[in-house]
T-cell receptor, first 109, second 113 residues
Framework: GQNIDQPTEMTATEGAIVQINCTYQ??????LFWYQQHAGEAPTFLSY??LDGLEEKGRFSSFLSRSKGYSYLLLKELQMKDSASYLC??????????WGAGTKLIIKP | DAEITQSPRHKITETGRQVTLACHQT?????MFWYRQDLGHGLRLIHY???????NKGEVSDGYSVSRSNTEDLPLTLESAASSQTSVYFC????????????FGAGTRLSVL
C-alpha cells in the first residue's frame, strides 16, 4: 500500500530552527509537496521537490532523497505565525497526491 | 483576484438526505479535486476532474458523485448522507501542467446526524 509518515506533533522555540521529516512508500513518484495549514483554514502550497537535493525559499527549505524515500522541511528563524500543521504529500504514478496526516508545529515564545 | 469558493461553509443534515456542496473557481484551472479531512488522517481524495465532462473516482468515492459541466464548477453530491460522511470537505484546483500545486477553498464542515 501507499504510506506517508510524518511526526504527529513537534514543539520549537521562536527564533530557532526546526526540521520536519517525512518518509514515504508510494506506487511511483512524480514529486513531493509541502503544504501549510493553519487551524481551521485551508492548506496552502509551500514547496515541492522532484529531484534530489535542497530547494530554498526564504526561511523555508525542503530536501528530498528519492533513494531513501525521505524528505524534510526546514523552517528557520521561527515566528509565532509559523504555528500550523505541515502536510507532506507525494504525487504517485497516477498523478494523484497521497497525503500524510500532517505535523502540528507548536511555537513557544 | 482569482479565487476558489466553497458553499456552504457549515452544514448540518440528517442521515439519508441528499446534500450538494458547491465549489466555484475563477482561476480558469482545468483540474479540480474534492478531498475530505478527518482527524488522524491525511487528506483523502474523493473525486477529481481534469476538464469539462471529465470526472474520476478517488480513493474514497463510495457514496459521492460529481459532475463537471463547465470549467468553473465541480459540485459534490452525497446521494444519501451517512454519519460516516461527517467531515471537513475541501475543494481544490490546479493548472493543467502543475497538478500538484493546488489551491484550496476554505472548506465545508458537514455534520450528518
Amino acid at each position: 500500500g501507499q504510506n506517508i509518515d510524518q511526526p504527529t506533533e513537534m514543539t520549537a522555540t521562536e527564533g530557532a530552527i526546526v526540521q520536519i521529516n517525512c518518509t514515504y512508500q508510494t506506487s511511483g513518484f512524480n514529486g513531493l509537496f509541502w503544504y501549510q495549514q493553519h487551524a481551521g483554514e485551508a492548506p496552502t502550497f509551500l514547496s515541492y521537490n522532484v529531484l534530489d537535493g535542497l530547494e530554498e525559499k526564504g526561511r523555508f527549505s525542503s530536501f528530498l532523497s528519492r533513494s531513501k524515500g525521505y524528505s524534510y522541511l526546514l523552517l528557520k528563524e521561527l515566528q509565532m505565525k509559523d504555528s500550523a500543521s505541515y502536510l507532506c504529500a507525494v504525487m504517485d504514478s497516477n498523478y494523484q497526491l497521497i497525503w500524510g496526516a500532517g505535523t502540528k508545529l507548536i511555537i513557544k515564545p | 483576484d482569482a479565487e476558489i469558493t466553497q458553499s456552504p461553509r457549515h452544514k448540518i443534515t440528517e442521515t439519508g438526505r441528499q446534500v450538494t456542496l458547491a465549489c466555484h473557481q475563477t482561476w480558469n484551472h482545468n483540474n479540480m479535486f474534492w478531498y475530505r479531512q478527518d482527524l488522524g488522517h491525511g487528506l483523502r481524495l474523493i473525486h477529481y476532474s481534469y476538464g469539462v465532462q471529465d470526472t474520476n473516482k478517488g480513493e474514497v468515492s463510495d457514496g459521492y458523485s460529481v459532475s463537471r459541466s463547465n470549467t468553473e464548477d465541480l459540485p459534490l453530491t452525497l446521494e444519501s448522507a451517512a454519519s460516516s460522511q461527517t467531515s471537513v470537505y475541501f475543494c481544490a484546483s490546479s493548472a493543467g501542467t502543475e497538478v500538484g500545486i493546488q489551491y484550496f477553498g476554505a472548506g465545508t464542515r458537514l455534520s450528518v446526524l
